[in-house]
């Protein structure tokens, strides 16, 4: 103990106090919150070695700093910047120099001459290079002052004969990004006036191949900004072309490509002869080229940019297709060429002899081209390309090219039926793809036709659908083809039989399509005889139904057809029109009673907008009066929905509003609201629901239709905010507990405040409505009594009248598709629901229900989407499926295809259980919270307002019923 | 055959060491006694280099090395020395065995040379000594074949073996860095061939043989064992699973079983594909194929078999051959050429009745296809290669010369290099100018670049003054006064002087002032000074007057100038004719 107390007396004398010195500078400093920079310098200034003062650096970097201490910081660093002898420190200091320039609010300009000075005496040229880059933000941050952009430049003018190569590309970068778009006026030590472009291309010949790269960035970087490279530097850039390093390859294609742009249209010569052609046809020709560099990055990126050169001369064009055969010196005839011969002989394929290849004529040694000047054969290589990424980048580009070129399309036809054969499946997916995109220019020959389908024998299930999707959008020639489509189509049926529906919709566009060639083909397809009665059809055999699609769909637009049908096909038509009504064709079969022509979309959106107007003349009405004009307005409005489908998610819409209305109207309307409350009790049990329905229905409203504007989603917040009101009063009815009252009162004046600030700008729409009359109330209201509130909010909700809803202006406009009013709905295709075999599997294990399904009109589906299951004891599952299980087949419109995993502990009997999709919402990602369409996003943010914690489901499929049966596990 | 032999700054390498497969005799192998006259080869060559497992390419190997005696390093790729013993004991087998030829290598020749083998790798620079290295890079052709990269000090030689250009289902295709040799030595199988796109090909082939089976028959393609069966077994094996086919496919057992070990043991040597799916499932684990069993043949069902050898004239091949060809639902599809005599050729030139020994004659009802997937670059490939390398000089092997003449001619003319073709035994001389390094003294590159102009280009000559010294074996450049120094010399200084008479009546001084303000007014921006002991220099050109002994009125003025300033001198004439 004494030991230990005398090393303790011995530790407070021998102790040696520190005093930083040199506390003085920070003291000087003008700063608001001197801590942060004073803390900084105390530290610098303790850190005795350069690992050290690193340390701190490192440690300060991670740190934000606040607006108003960022030029003392910067003025200490400056200080220690000087004093410091360790490169990397200075490194470190230079590139935090340049972070905090960035920080937002403060403006470098005052940091300019100091950031400028300290290049003077730096000797090290990585610092120098840093501190390049250091003014190149700067330099982005002040893009409104021309004087420290003239400097700037001059400065790195100066040192672009640096020696080392940091520095070098720092300049050129800083003259790309800062470089005088109009003002090009930059002196050289001759006093020659030279500008931006003229400096920058000096270094397209330096020694180092990352300066070369980083002057044809900064020429690219200049073009961005708006200014126009010139003609001259074409040259130089063909030359980079032959560059030995890949980088500086692609980036002169990029040049290239930008120029060929720019002056698509002036002469170049030819070199080694007189010729001139257009630079486009040149830049097209040498970019062609580089489709066969050693590298594939380069060859990436040139066959990229062949696909937006669209100016090119067709000879040019089709050049790129071309590759001449042959086999000792014969023009030998390719593979394309020989089935086109034998097909337009008559001749089918037979298998090929021996030497069928066989060259014919002689060719003159010297038209031979061996290497192929200019653009010839280009994709002929890309396609055949070891990296599947090339190909693929080929592949876009024939197709951009093709969309712009109907001949060209014509052309390419071949080579991308080729691609259909390709051994990775991304290739052949996108090739699919692109024959769709350009199918409106083509059509396919037999022989095509041919390899086309044989793909439909395809195990993935991608592939087949894509190219269904491609037979739907296809042109073919002759009725074999449609004989031949026909069979394929069945033999995939048949193969996979999942694909049902979307061979079904193949076969109704084929149809459709091709009336006059499915004519022919009527008898032999439905076998028909005309003599003897051939027996009927199975009506439930897919494949039957596939031939019935496809001759119904023909014989809308081909009167005579249904003369050839016997008597069976017609009570056929009628059954599949019910069944599968998406399939057939509305009208147009004379051989059905005609449905009466529905008007024009015009007309439809007329009633539309009468029966919106109509409503509003609610007030005048008396409460009976009103609910039936509801109620039929209403029904009216559903029908119309039904009848035009392009109206459809406007008509539901508007529909499903006045239904609210109407919920809302009915539930106080009643003349029981005065009675005492006792005595009302089934009164509020109705009223109760109804304001719980018209919640749910206005949910519904904001997150199940796309294509609204502001305006409508505050009407539609607006009877939320009713059906709220509503509830605060029975809830004040019915509970006697004030606590539980106050805190709900509470909850609705911030949802009054909220609904304020969300929808300022459309207040001004919402006169003499329901808020309207609370906001001006709004003062009285925050300061009075619950019991009070409520009164007041009784009194308004029942005076206010009720809010028109209009639809936006987008949807008057016919021609306009773009901001329609679209309801989210999902079908499900698999399970059909139909089966009465139950899914057996052992309880405690799980089973996997394939559950296949369309989305059109929903946002966002990888997030929004999920799938419940219901179990027959009210258990429920939500399951959120992969995002790979989503894909996309057409705009608007996503499919998914996934498995859900069931299990249950053990039934004694098969029962059902249900399987719906769900669309998630939640307030805070909604539509309303795009910034682009109001401007109060960013007051949202500072405020934790509860309505943005509302989340919830809603159903917005049919559900579909599967029959399971977990058995018990046998021991 | 190959077998080329490069003397390339000093040093001999063998390049390639295959033999001919048409001779039994002595032609089979190169004439090894031609390099050495006599003496011993391991004297003589520095390195052999081989490219790839093929038989034409490494065939006598086993014979130079054990029975003419050569213990030098030899170099190839692991594949190729995995897969190239296989090749060469079975080579052995049918010719030892079979044919019953003595004087022929043992299996022990073979374990033996193979432990003189020194692997490569890919893009690895292997120092064969100090002055010679090696670089091997991708050929495609045939799985672990490669172009080999030759470099002595700054001279260089690309030896490409045989390649190929265009990707295939199991090989990517050949790739060289720019590295400007001096001379390409390429092969030249294909050289007046273009051909057409492989996918057409390959569509063909999958579709003959997809009807085939769809119809119930029997498919039977007749391989050989290594390269191209294994390229056709992936591409069926891929198409069977993408069409979910179930006919069962066979391989004949043997030496492809194997070949297929390496196959999946090489996985980073094939292409983009199989290497990038290999961890999921190595594509040369096939799923669909299975080996073959002399009974499966008369199983009933549609089928598909590979069976060796290629020409169907005997072997497994044949056997199966023999069985189907009745039947008009089978198939035969022949994948490469065919010898003429063999049955091969007899069917694909449409023979439909051939005779058997024994006097049978056998009816072939089944169908016949020729289906060509030959992977050496074709005449565009090649050139594509040369656009890559960028050599200075090309020599064409391994083709025909009339075929190669037409490439040659291109080659000249599209790039302008000299092409050679040499026949067999035939040398040919290709001078380089090697670059010669010289040392610089930094102090004098320093005073170069502080002479200024614009930073060096590397691409154009720059002159600059110094000495050279040449000492022992080294060069060394340095500025004058250094190498004076260290040579212990004195610096001469070189003036040249030349007199003018002209005729002037006043007196020396007189006439020196009256040039001297002469010159002041014409020559402006230069400095004229006039010295006091008599003398007017301008810059460094210094001028006297003296009066000529007979005549006084006739002046001599005496120009005297060093060698360095011509240029002043030029000036001073201006300012005298004006």
Redesign the interface.
């Known amino acids: 103990m004494a030991a230990h107390l005398k090393k303790r007396v011995y530790e407070e004398f021998s102790k040696v106090v520190q005093i930083p010195h040199e506390e003085a500078p920070a003291k000087k400093l003008r700063l608001s919150k001197p801590s942060k920079s004073a803390a900084l310098h105390i530290d610098l200034c303790k850190a005795t070695n350069s690992t050290d003062a690193l340390q701190y650096l490192l440690h300060f970097a991670r740190k934000p700093v606040e607006t108003e201490s960022v030029e003392g910081v910067v003025r200490i660093l400056l200080e220690h910047y000087y004093k410091e002898t360790d490169n990397s420190v200075r490194l470190k200091i230079a590139s935090l120099l340049g972070l905090l320039s960035k920080t937002q609010g403060f403006s470098p300009d005052c940091i300019v001459d100091d950031a400028i000075n300290t290049l003077g005496n730096e000797k090290s040229h990585q610092v120098l290079a840093q501190l390049m880059d250091t003014l190149l933000v700067i330099g982005t941050q002040l893009p409104e002052s021309p004087a420290v952009r003239q400097r700037l430049i001059e400065v790195a003018c100066k040192h672009l004969?640096d020696?080392y190569f940091g520095v070098r590309n720092k300049c050129l970068q800083l003259l790309g990004c800062l470089g005088m778009v109009d003002t090009p006026l930059t002196k050289d030590n001759e006093g020659l006036v030279r500008d931006v472009q003229s400096i920058i291309s000096?270094y397209f010949?330096?020694?180092d191949p990352r300066v070369r790269t980083a002057a044809l960035k900064a020429m690219l970087q200049l073009h961005e900004r708006g200014m126009k490279i010139h003609e001259i530097i074409y040259d130089q850039a063909c030359r980079l072309l032959s560059d030995?390093y890949e980088q500086v390859r692609s980036a002169a294609v990029q040049m290239v490509w930008v120029l060929s742009h720019l002056y698509p249209e002036s002469i170049v010569p030819i070199p080694s002869s007189n010729e001139e052609i257009r630079l486009v046809d040149d830049a097209f020709g040498k970019i062609s080229h580089m489709v066969?560099d050693?590298s594939w990055m380069v060859r990436v990126q040139a066959a990229k940019t062949l696909g937006s050169m669209l100016q090119v001369s067709p000879q040019f064009l089709e050049q790129t297709l071309d590759?001449?055969?042959?086999?000792?010196?014969r023009r030998?005839r390719?593979?394309?060429e020989r089935a086109k011969e034998l097909f337009t002989s008559g001749e089918f394929s037979s298998?090929?002899?021996?030497?069928d290849?066989a060259p014919k004529e002689k060719l003159d040694?010297n038209t031979?081209n061996?290497?192929?000047s200019g653009a010839c054969g280009a994709f002929?290589h890309g396609?055949?390309?070891?990296?599947?990424e090339v190909r693929i980048a080929a592949v876009e580009a024939l197709c951009q090219l093709a969309r712009s070129s109907a001949s060209f399309a014509e052309k390419c036809l071949d080579?991308l039926v080729?691609?259909f054969?390709?051994?990775?499946e991304e290739v052949r997916l996108q090739s699919i793809h692109v024959l769709r995109e350009i199918s409106t220019h083509i059509t396919l020959r037999e022989d095509q036709l041919d390899?086309v389908l044989?793909v439909l024998?395809?195990?993935?299930r991608d592939i087949r659908e894509a190219l269904h999707e491609l037979i739907c959008y296809t042109n073919v020639s002759t009725k074999e083809c449609v004989q031949l489509a026909l069979l394929e189509l069945l033999k995939n049926l048949n193969?996979y039989p999942t694909d049902r529906n979307s061979v079904w919709k193949c076969l109704k566009f084929m149809g459709s399509r091709h009336p006059t060639l499915v004519l022919p083909l009527v008898p032999e397809l439905l076998s028909t005889h005309p003599y003897f009665d051939t027996p009927e059809p199975d009506m439930d055999d897919p494949a039957y139904i596939a031939v019935l699609v496809l001759v119904f769909n023909a014989a809308k637009s081909c009167p005579t057809m249904p003369a050839l049908f016997s008597d069976h096909t017609f009570r056929h038509y009628s059954y599949l029109r019910d069944s599968l009504s998406h399939l057939l064709p509305g009208n147009g079969l004379d051989l059905v009673d005609s449905r009466c022509g529905l008007g024009s979309v015009e007309s439809a959106q007329l009633f539309l907008q009468q029966s919106l107007n109509r409503v509003s003349t609610i007030q005048n009405l008396e409460a009976p009066g009103a609910q039936d004009l509801l109620d039929f307005t209403i029904r009216d409005l559903r029908r119309l929905g039904e009848l035009q489908t392009e109206l459809a998610g406007a008509a539901d819409f508007c529909a499903t509003y006045l239904r609210c209305q109407l919920l809302l109207m009915k539930a106080l309307q009643d003349k029981l609201w005065n009675m005492a409350v006792p005595l009302c009790l089934k009164q509020n049990v109705t009223a109760t629901a109804a304001a719980q329905q018209i919640l749910e229905e206005t949910y519904k409203l904001e997150f199940l239709y796309s294509g609204l504007d502001s305006r409508q989603v505050a009407t539609i917040h607006h009877v939320r905010l009713q059906a709220k009101a509503l509830q605060l009063i029975l809830t004040a009815r019915t509970r006697q507990g004030l606590d539980s009252l106050i805190s709900s009162c509470e909850k609705f004046l911030q949802d009054i405040e909220s609904f304020q600030r969300l929808f300022l700008t459309e207040l001004p729409h919402l006169q003499d409505s329901f808020v309207d009359k609370l906001l001006e109330l709004m003062p009285r209201l925050s300061s009075c009594k619950p019991v009070e509130l409520v009164k007041i909010l009784q009194t308004t909700l029942r005076q206010s009248g009720l809010l028109q809803l209009r639809l936006p202006e987008q949807t008057m406009s016919i021609n306009s598709r773009t901001m329609r009013i679209h309801r989210a709905t999902a079908t499900i295709i698999e399970p059909t629901g139909e089966s009465d075999n139950p899914l057996r599997f052992t309880t405690g294990l799980v089973v996997a229900l394939d559950i296949d399904a369309t989305l059109e009109h929903v946002q966002d589906p990888q997030n929004n989407v999920k799938v419940q299951v219901l179990y027959p004891d009210g258990q429920s599952h939500v399951i959120h499926p992969k995002p790979g299980d989503f894909r996309k087949p057409g705009p608007d419109r996503h499919r998914l295809i996934t498995q859900v995993y069931l299990s249950h502990t053990a039934w004694t009997e098969p029962s059902q259980i249900e399987v719906r999709l769900l669309l998630a919402y939640s307030s805070s990602s909604t539509s309303l919270s795009s910034p682009s369409k109001l401007g109060w996003s960013d007051s949202i943010d500072s405020l934790p307002t509860p309505e943005t914690a509302v989340e919830g489901t809603i159903p917005f499929s049919k559900p579909v019923k599967v029959y399971i049966m977990p058995k018990p596990a046998r021991r | 055959r190959s077998c080329i032999l490069v003397s390339i700054g000093g040093k001999n390498i063998m390049l390639d060491c295959g033999m001919h497969m048409g001779y039994n005799d002595d032609r089979r192998f190169p004439d090894f006694s031609y390099i050495t006259q006599n003496g011993r080869l391991t004297d003589f060559l520095d390195c052999v280099i081989i490219s790839h497992f093929h038989l034409d390419h490494c065939g006598a190997l086993p014979f130079m090395s054990e029975m003419v005696g050569y213990d030098g390093p030899i170099y190839m790729t692991h594949p190729t020395k995995a897969i190239c013993p296989i090749l060469l004991e079975d080579f052995r087998k049918i010719t030892v065995d079979k044919k019953g030829e003595t004087n022929f290598f043992t299996s022990q020749m073979i374990k033996d040379c193979m432990k003189k083998v020194v692997p490569l790798n890919l893009h690895q620079t292997v120092q064969v000594d100090d002055e010679l290295e090696i670089k091997a890079y991708y050929a495609g052709h045939v799985l672990g074949a490669a172009m080999v990269h030759i470099k002595v000090g700054s001279e260089s030689v690309v030896y490409t073996g045989d390649y190929n250009m265009?990707?295939d289902?199991h090989l990517?295709?050949a790739?060289?860095?720019?590295c400007r040799p001096d001379i390409l030595i390429s092969e030249s199988t294909y050289a007046?061939?273009?051909?057409?796109?492989?996918?057409?090909?390959?569509?063909?082939f999958?579709?003959?043989v997809?009807e085939s089976i769809e119809r119930g028959g029997k498919v039977l393609i007749p391989v050989f064992a290594l390269g191209r069966a294994q390229e056709l077994c992936i591409l069926l094996e891929?198409f069977w699973?993408?069409?979910?086919l179930k006919a069962p496919i066979y391989f004949s057992t043997g030496l492809t079983e194997k070949a297929n070990h390496y196959y999946k043991l090489f996985i980073t040597w094939t292409?983009?594909?199989i290497r990038k799916t290999f961890v999921q499932r190595n594509m040369f684990e096939f799923k669909h194929i299975k080996a073959f069993d002399r009974s499966y043949a008369d199983n009933p069902g549609p089928m598909v078999v590979f069976a060796t050898p290629g020409m169907l004239h005997a072997g497994q091949s044949l056997q199966i051959f023999k069985k189907w060809a009745g039947n008009e639902k089978n198939m035969v599809i022949?994948p490469g050429y065919c010898v003429q005599g063999t049955i091969g050729h007899k069917i694909?030139?449409?023979q439909r009745k051939l005779e058997m020994e024994g006097r049978s004659t056998l009816d072939v009802k089944l169908?016949?296809?020729?289906m060509s997937f030959s992977a050496h670059a074709d005449?565009?490939g090649i050139?594509?290669l040369i656009?890559?390398a960028e050599p200075r000089n090309m020599l064409l092997v391994h083709g025909e010369a009339v075929?190669m003449e037409?490439?040659k001619?291109?080659i000249e003319q599209?790039f302008s290099i000299d092409c050679y073709m040499p026949a067999n035994g035939e040398t040919v001389t290709v001078t380089t100018n090697p670059s010669v390094p010289v040392d610089i003294s930094l102090n004098l590159l320093k005073r170069e670049m502080a002479l200024g102009g614009?930073?060096?280009?590397?691409?154009k000559p720059r002159t600059m003054h110094g000495t050279l010294i040449m000492k022992e074996n080294s060069l060394k450049l340095v500025s004058s006064e250094q190498a004076l120094k260290e040579l212990g010399l004195n610096e001469h200084q070189l003036r040249f002087t030349c007199r003018v008479q002209l005729q002037d009546p006043h007196s020396d001084t007189d006439t020196l002032h009256r040039i001297y303000t002469h010159l002041k007014s014409v020559l402006k921006g230069y400095t004229i000074q006039h010295l006091p002991d008599g003398t007017v220099m301008v810059e460094s050109i210094v001028i006297k007057v003296s009066s000529s002994t007979e005549d006084p009125n006739t002046k001599v003025l005496l120009l005297s100038w060093s060698y360095q300033f011509g240029s002043d001198l030029y000036c001073l004439k201006r300012g005298f004719f004006f």
């Open positions: 004969s020696t000096d010949g330096d020694q030995d066969s050693g590759k001449k055969l042959m086999s000792d010196l030998k390719t593979a394309h298998g090929r002899k021996w030497a290849d040694t031979v061996l290497i192929a002929v396609l055949e390309d070891e990296m599947f080579f080729d691609m054969n390709d051994e990775i390899t044989a024998e395809d195990s993935s193969k | 265009t990707p289902r990517g295709a790739w060289i860095d720019k007046t061939t273009i051909r057409d796109s492989k996918r057409c090909r390959e569509r063909d999958l579709k003959k997809h891929t699973e993408r069409m979910n292409n983009q594909k022949m694909l030139n449409g169908q016949v296809e020729y005449a565009k050139m594509q656009r890559m075929k037409f490439l001619g291109k599209e614009p930073l060096p280009d590397p691409k």
